[in-house]
Each structure stands twice: as C-alpha cells, then as structure tokens.
C-alpha cells in the first residue's frame, strides 16, 4: 500500500514562512490534497490538485509538488493557522484514499 | 449551503455491531461520492470507506474490509455505515465527507462535525 510521510510537527515564528513536506514514492505523479484540522473541529480543504485553492483560503496558503515530496506552504504564519495539517492522495493501485500521519504547525 | 450530519455513534461492546447515518443537503446527492474518514482520539486522519454517486463502485479501508458495509439512499438524501464485530481499535469520530468525483478518487471537500463511536467493555 502507498505510504506518506510528514514531519510531526512545524514550528514557526508569526510572521514568517512554514513549509510542510508530504513524502512518498513518486508522489509527483499523483494530485495531491492539503487539509488543515484544529483542536476540536472537523478538517478543512485548504489546498487541491497540488496547488489550487478552494474559495475563502487564503493566498498565504500555498502547494507543489514534485519528485518524491510535496509541500504546502504557509507564509506570513499568523497564530489561527495553529493546527494539524495532513496530505491525501488517491492510490489507484491499491483502490484507497491515503492520509499522511499529520504535521502540527506552532507558531512560536 | 452544503451540509451532512453524522448520526448513530454511541458507546458498543467488542464484537457489537452499529449503523452510522449521514444526512445531507443542500446539493444534489446522487451525483457525488460520499465517504466515511474516521480518527481515533489523539490520532491521526484514516480513510474508511467511499461509494460512488450511484453505488456502482465500493471500496474499503482493509482495516475495514469484511466487517464494515457502506450503502446509500439516494431518494433520501443519506449515506450509511454498517459496522459489524467491532474492535476498540475501531473507536474513533467518524466523519461523513463529499467526494470531489462522482465515482473514486479526489478528494473530500465537505465533512460533517463528525460522530463518536466507542468500544468498551
């Protein structure tokens, strides 16, 4: 099955840049989604097809992908985007939808 | 606006079974997927489970596979979970979310707050 791997945890001073990593084996080659999920709340799409975002998410929010890595960024880190973020692809040889393990983004 | 509502969580025994609902509005039902994405407390996001718009193509997590059964009700606007022989490593919030396509892939654009499913002895 189809593995991704994330940093468990971000952390970033307000005001500057985070870079969130979503590693697996040619990742390049699949559409890659970017949740954010704070305490208590359900999940919120905030980055699709590798670098769109949906309506209402801010330009500060950013994604790539390339090789074996993909990569959300955050940039000007304000305290609300404190939360986990996860990536998810479909895996087509496997018929499964696969999350990443999660990174925390602090914001120090 | 597009909203689902997970129901029929609660507190089951090992072995148990339960059936989760999902109700939803304010799109049209029968032309997207719908999903149940679950995570067990303090952990992370696990897929569970996706049928297609019309119920053509089903697929389950393996952690799943053989004990869960998805279905949906098109004229009624609601997707279900059937969970049999539950295990407590089955205890999560289980979470009902639309499908980007109609049939697979994508990704999960609307999600409910979620139900609790817990089991104990």
């Known amino acids: 099955s189809y593995v991704l791997t994330q940093p468990p945890s971000v952390s970033v001073a307000p005001g500057q840049t985070a870079t969130i990593t979503c590693g697996g084996n040619?990742?390049?080659?699949?559409?890659v989604y970017w949740y954010q999920q704070k305490p208590g709340q359900a999940p919120v799409l905030v980055v699709y097809?590798?670098?769109d975002r949906p309506s209402g998410i801010p330009e500060r929010f950013s994604g790539s992908n390339s090789g074996n890595t993909a990569t959300l960024t955050i940039s000007r880190v304000e305290a609300g985007d404190e939360a986990d973020y996860y990536c998810?692809?479909?895996?087509?040889?496997?018929?499964?939808?696969?999350f990443g393990p999660g990174t925390t983004v602090t914001a120090l | 606006d597009v909203r689902v509502v997970e129901s029929g969580g609660g507190p089951v025994r090992p072995g148990g079974s339960l059936r989760l609902s999902c109700a939803a509005s304010?799109?049209?039902?029968?032309?997207?997927?719908m999903n149940w994405v679950r995570q067990a407390p303090g952990k992370g996001l696990e897929w569970v489970s996706s049928?297609?718009?019309?119920?053509?193509?089903?697929y389950y997590s393996d952690s799943v596979k053989g004990r869960f059964t998805i279905s949906r009700d098109n004229a009624k606007n609601s997707l279900f979970l059937q969970m049999n022989s539950l295990r407590a490593d089955d205890t999560a919030v289980y979470y009902c979310?639309?499908?980007?396509?109609?049939?697979?892939?994508?990704?999960?654009?609307?999600w409910g707050l979620g139900t609790l499913v817990t089991v104990s002895s």
């Open positions: 040619n990742i390049g080659t699949k559409s």
């Open positions: 049928i297609s718009s019309r119920g053509h193509f089903i």
């Open positions: 304010g799109f049209t039902f029968s032309y997207d997927a």
């Open positions: 097809d590798d670098s």
């Open positions: 998810q692809v479909w895996d087509s040889s496997s018929d499964a939808y696969v």
């Open positions: 979310t639309r499908g980007s396509r109609s049939g697979y892939g994508g990704y999960f654009d609307y």
